[in-house]
């Protein structure tokens, strides 16, 4: 196994980050007219299975530390194989035309049913317009981009000139907390996160590759989202008792709801089975707007006797990739099929 297993991307949230969260958020908004923000608020959609997460509850992963910005010293730098190298100030990006998007995110150490995915509304600028802007000469094959905590990764010149790429400064319609970018970071939608930097500083265009962060520990070169799965409700219970005993409970009939994602090929279908594996029944889709926001399923469980059921998803993406038994990670990420152990009362 290479090394780059025994130190997987961080997934929990450093205690001191909450006061930098608070302080750095409060600084920042105190710059937008409350009417925008009323404004903004009541357009986000209700909460609810599959809407935004709060930002409270959005799940961090960083490379290092979350790094002190000074916005008024910051600046986004557009350079290398460019005819017309560009710097935006945050306050130049605020002038930028914006667009409010939908988008799920979710770490490449996150697993079947794991917790390092979440989804929420962003508010930013479209990166295409300031890329074509700085006019990319002929040479440039490969951008290297780069956070002000040091993290850097690449990407083929093809793939940062997709349309769907945006530089989002707005969460859930407030500044970005100091731990998911403030004051701005990079998308590119239906990738793993390892390929969208947080603090965003820097894109340099050049004619060769310029080895990323994480790729140079064994991690994927490409980063493509597999098709992965989860529950949303019911679950295991919180407390001590959880730690022992990982079986939920309900009273059928139930509604079993849960998420699903992939890359930019979508969602096609989602199967539930109820005896670990033997046999499978389509979900409902519930909502399935967009490849880069997850599925939202539902599948009613109406059994006729009581006991504890093995409860299985396994999605498909648009290619027709399913979810296999197992799939351990090895640097590209984890697609094997979410389980729950279900105790039902009749």
Not at 139 to 148: D, I, P, T, W, Y
Not at 164 to 173: A, D
Not at 252 to 265: F, K, R, T
Request: net charge positive; proline share 9%; aromatic share 10%.
């Amino acid at each position: 196994m290479m090394d780059a297993f025994s130190k997987l991307p961080p997934d929990s949230i450093l205690t001191r980050r909450k006061f930098l969260t608070a302080a750095g958020s409060a600084i920042a908004l105190a710059s937008i007219p409350l009417s925008a923000r009323i404004a903004r608020a009541s357009k986000s959609p209700p909460l609810k299975f599959g809407g935004p997460t709060p930002n409270s509850k959005f799940y961090v992963t960083s490379y290092s530390s979350t790094p002190r910005v000074d916005v008024d010293s910051w600046n986004f730098t557009i350079k290398g194989l460019v005819e017309n190298p560009s710097r935006f100030s945050y306050r130049d990006i605020r002038k930028l035309p914006s667009i409010d998007q939908m988008l799920t995110l979710e770490c490449i150490s996150n697993p079947p049913d794991g917790t390092a995915i979440s989804n929420a509304v962003w508010t930013g600028v479209k990166l295409r317009p300031l890329l074509e802007r700085a006019t990319v000469k002929r040479g440039a094959k490969f951008v290297a981009m780069r956070g002000a905590d040091g993290y850097h990764t690449v990407l083929p010149l093809d793939e940062l000139m997709r349309e769907e790429n945006f530089l989002p400064y707005l969460m859930n319609g407030d500044p970005l907390p100091p731990e998911h970018g403030y004051p701005l970071r990079i998308f590119i939608p239906g990738k793993y996160g390892m390929k969208q930097p947080k603090w965003i500083t820097e894109l340099e265009f050049a004619d060769h590759e310029i080895p990323g962060y994480w790729e140079t520990r064994g991690w994927t070169d490409t980063a493509w989202r597999k098709v992965n799965s989860g529950f949303f409700s019911p679950r295991v219970e919180g407390g001590l008792m959880s730690f022992f005993d990982k079986t939920a409970q309900a009273t059928a009939p139930v509604d079993i709801y849960g998420w699903a994602l992939a890359g930019p090929s979508g969602v096609k279908r989602v199967e539930v089975s109820s005896d670990d594996g033997a046999t499978w029944n389509n979900a409902q889709l519930v909502e399935n707007n967009s490849p880069y926001v997850w599925t939202v399923w539902k599948y009613r469980f109406a059994p006729e006797s009581a006991g504890t059921y093995k409860i299985r998803v396994r999605a498909t993406d648009g290619t027709g990739r399913a979810q296999p038994p197992a799939d351990p990670q090895t640097g590209s990420g984890m697609s094997g099929q979410a389980r729950l152990a279900l105790a039902v009362t009749v």
